[in-house]
């Protein structure tokens, strides 16, 4: 069997892309696109995105599902770390020095500072719900009602 390498990962990276889109997050694909993203008044939920199990199984599920509730974060973003290096090196320096970069992972800010974080401790071997209940804990506490 000849698999191409590249063709299989494009063809799960444009998948990956368009879950995220459909569930109404903007695709930053560059540090330029992330600075203006982060420098927004308001509440932002960035999701670090990933071709890994987790990311499919669990963190896209739980970034679909998460937004359907009374508070919600203003801006719905995304990096795709391994595809977009740069743009997730940006987001990644812009959450400062305590942030342990992993992916996937998402962070909540607030007038571009950072509120809230669910990293993939809390995301691989957890079920979506779990995450889901845990986004929208910090949505409560940061976030204003719709």
Excluded: W
């Excluded at 889109?21 to 540090?31: D, F, I, N, S």
């Excluded at 203003?74 to 743009?87: C, I, N, R, S």
């Excluded at 607030?110 to 986004?135: A, C, W, Y």
Aim: aromatic content about 8%; charged content about 25%; some cysteine.
């Amino acid at each position: 069997m000849n698999m191409d390498y590249d063709l299989f990962m494009q063809q799960i990276t444009t998948t990956a892309r368009a879950e995220m889109e459909a569930a109404g997050y903007e695709q930053l694909r560059t540090p330029e696109e992330v600075e203006a993203a982060f420098a927004r008044k308001g509440t932002t939920l960035v999701m670090v995105n990933s071709v890994c199990g987790c990311a499919g199984g669990i963190a896209r599920p739980a970034a679909t599902h998460a937004v359907h509730y009374d508070k919600r974060p203003d801006y719905l973003v995304t990096v795709f770390a391994g595809q977009d290096k740069d743009a997730t090196a940006a987001a990644r320096y812009y959450f400062g020095e305590d942030h342990i970069p992993s992916s996937p992972s998402f962070i909540l800010l607030k007038d571009g500072q950072v509120v809230g974080e669910v990293g993939r401790f809390e995301i691989e071997g957890h079920d979506p719900m779990s995450v889901v209940t845990n986004l929208q804990g910090h949505f409560e506490e940061n976030c204003e009602e719709i």
